[in-house]
């Protein structure tokens, strides 16, 4: 029988089959920040151990990090005091970092992929759950917590047991105004916030063709907002052309070797997944989450859930995310006023997400009840949209142009909503108090967040998109 | 810092949520400590506390459950983020058993590695388990994971699944690095055959 993309780096990187434990699986790639790590190094120094591969470790500030001017001494004593003992672990482990004025800084889940660093058929992680960012280009991806932060550092190897299978088929074909964002949002929306609990997911199908590497990494971020270990995308002639020339990526004949094996890396005709779904793109429009988990989630012409479309044993979380949300059951979606919108995290702030945006925006005004901001995933995305005018275009309409970090995704710097306010965000999370206490999130692509800056509330952007065009 | 899981009677404080996720267990504010202690105090922040700080009528600023040592809960415990502050400020605040239908993947994983037992029942033996400690707040519970039993205050009996590694790992308080490093020969050899293909950035 046939064997799944999975299996197939799975049986790579087994270091040793035990018995009845979990296999030693090797890791290529550990990604570093510092929020998750210092009771792993302060772990090492206790028992001392040490890193055993500096080399194939990566750490950079992001969780935590001011998004305004990085000149001026961080306010927080506590936060600082995190951000040092980062630079100061890496500095005695000898781990490159890319620190606060590193021109490659940025949220570790972009930085890895445009330097290079994630490739296809790896195994990387990162005590961050958003590590499965990285899947979208046929690398198993999985965020850990920080005991296994330190078994990496300590061994370059994690304790595993192998996941079931589920394959995932995007069918049809996306219609307008539908982005990679609400193909996640609606996948989500329509099984649950966690019915991947326990399997790595492989998205598949006619659609996949149709995504950028940006886009397949949009929809492997929010793998985990379903439960899932994991989620894959088949790497192919996007994925190699998106790697090739990158900063560390392979070159040479390297290069030459790593495509020819990167081309084994797909499912066999005679695997079998052990559990099978679609989704059907075409019917799909630009999603809204209404709630506070991923799942609670409608397309933008829909409502909240009235009382009876709700299954019974769902209606205590129903009431109580509407209590939160302040909404009614059968509420309808467009014209919701919002205080705030944020444009970033590690789901959508990378280049092609702030031109979708910038496309929106430019010209326009962002309603004055708005509190409007772009933080870029990196520099180098920074950079890159300052060369190409997207900063100015973005200032112009009122929105505040940042620095990179994870900002208002977590809310951990001073980026954070007061209790109350409503937010269009591109983030991945609209867990209660996720993005500051009190705030609620309604989850969104960039471009229906732009249009929601422009008009103070949730709105349809295929409107704005189609008069643009017209 | 390992310690060994010991048979627990205690009642156990019901928290008739789903999806609890770890953000709201530790809230983002406390995850700027460097230090694996303190959060016992800070768990469920939003929920325990105002704006001022002072307790709500919360289930954990309630007697008996502030003193439970098993937390009783619905469906996916622990969904969302990795952090691992969370079984640390549960287990700092007396908990070592979580009796749940269901838990998110990452969540079960870290409390394994923090000497909490994550007990996995049935939706209906869960609610069952509820209404026995809704209708008495004192009412005992034995979880047994020598013999993966739990024993109800009606003398119920329920057996629970747990991976044989799992749960040597809670009964004998297993380093697991210290396992994975005595494989150190197979590692570097592996290592001499196996090729990563990106060029290393420079410490």
Redesign the interface.
Known sequence: MGRTLYEKIWE??V??HLE???S?L?I??HLVHE??S??AF?GLRL?N?TV?R???T?ATMD??VPTTDRNEPLQ?M??Q??ID?LEKN?EEF?????DLFHADQGIVHVIAPE???T?PG?TIVC???HTSTHGAFGALAF??????V??VL????L?Q?KSKTLAVNFNGSRPFGVEAKDIILGLIGKYG??FA??YVIEFRGPVQEELTMEERMTICNMT?EM?G?AGLFAPDDVTFDYVQGKK???SGQ?WE??VQ?WRTLYTDDDAVFDQEISLNVSELEPQVSWGT?PGMTTGISGHVPKEEEVEAA?R??FH?ALEYMELKPGHRLQGTPVDVVFIGSCTNARIEDLRKAAAVVKGKKTDSRVHAMVVPGSMQVKKQAEEEGLDDIFLQSGFEWRNAGCSMC???NPDALK?GQRCASTSN?N????QG??GRTHLMSPEMAAAAALTGEITDVRRMLKEDAG | MREYFEKVHSHAAPLDAESVDTDTIVPKQFLKWVTRTGYGDIIFYDWRYDQEGREKDFILNQSPARDAEILLTKKNFGSGSSREHAPWGLKEFGFSVIIAPSFAEIFYQNSIKNGILPVTLSEKEVDHLFSLTVADPHAELTVDLDLNMVKASDGTIYYFEIDRFFKDMLLHGLDDIGLSLQHEADITQFETEHRVYYQPPSS
């Open positions: 790579k990187h270091v040793k009845d434990q979990p030693l090797y290529d790639l929020v998750t210092p009771q302060e028992k151990r055993r500096p080399d194939r990566l969780h935590n927080d506590v936060s005091k995190q003992t890496c000898s781990i490159p970092v890319f330097n290079g660093l490739l790896q005590g961050d759950s965020g850990i917590g920080t005991s296994e330190e078994h300590t061994t370059q190897c304790k047991y916030h966690d609990t326990g985990i439960g270990r560390y990526a392979p390297a070797d790593a094996e988990n769902d205590n979380s109580k977590l809310g951990m209790p999370r867990f209660e108090g996720r206490s009190g």
